[in-house]
């Protein structure tokens, strides 16, 4: 095949898809450097492989969309601890878990296939559409109590198992309580730390700068008291 020009020897070479093999199979010239012809300039080579392309932003879901996600079970626990004769039957029913109960509880999810997972990976469910594993559940534990910190936690690494504490900061350090200590080891273990207001007030009872004391204000004391995580409020 022959080409006019210099136009076509360019046109040539541009569609020769960029391969060094097909280019150097047309060119005639030595290619040791002392033997070429100095005059002529050599042409450039480009690599035919596709650029990488930047990542784009997960695509966030609507509101419908994540209505739709949101399927993944939620047990909360209260206090972890024997009942005693002072407990009223709502605190019994609804708030105090016996340690051989919450044993039993976490046995049957592992033996039934559940597996537990973090806020932050449900979230990303609910917006992006992450993959969450086979049979998700959260396991939530409330206000700050000191069995949560020991037996629940205990209880909870035994079995490979992950927890999210949300604490009432109001109470740290007090007897029956978490203590900063206890927020360094359930986060040192990998557990989610969070928020549960800073004395328990009812959100809808909330106005002006209660919202900041009870939301604000609690959630940034947890870090300055220990919390190696990131939190959160609930």
Not at 133 to 140: E, R, T
Not at 208 to 232: F, I
Request: proline share 8%; with cysteine.
């Amino acid at each position: 095949m022959e080409f006019d020009g210099a136009v076509a020897r360019r046109t040539f070479l541009a569609g020769a898809l960029g391969t060094a093999g097909l280019v150097a199979a047309g060119c005639s010239t030595p290619s040791t450097p002392d033997l070429q012809d100095s005059t002529k300039p050599s042409p450039v080579i480009t690599s035919a492989r596709p650029r990488p392309q930047p990542l784009k932003p997960p695509k966030h879901a609507s509101a419908s969309e994540i209505i739709k996600r949101a399927t993944v079970p939620v047990l909360c626990y209260h206090q972890l601890r024997n009942w005693t004769s002072r407990d009223t039957q709502y605190n019994r029913i609804n708030l105090i878990c016996p340690p051989k109960n919450f044993h039993a509880h976490l046995d049957a999810l592992a033996e039934n296939g559940w597996t537990t997972i973090s806020p932050g990976h449900y979230l990303r469910h609910l917006t992006t559409g992450a993959a969450l594993p086979p049979k998700p559940v959260i396991l939530s534990f409330d206000d700050g109590t000191a069995g949560q910190a020991h037996e629940g936690l205990a209880q909870l690494t035994r079995r490979g198992m992950t927890g999210t504490f949300f604490v009432m900061t109001v109470v740290l350090g007090k007897p029956r309580w978490m203590s900063t200590r206890d927020i360094h080891r359930l986060a040192d273990a990998g557990m989610t730390i969070g928020s549960h207001t800073w004395d328990h007030h009812a959100v809808s009872d909330l106005s002006g700068s209660a919202w900041k004391v009870q939301l604000e204000q609690s959630r940034d004391s947890l870090p300055q008291r220990g919390a190696a995580q990131r939190c959160s409020s609930t």
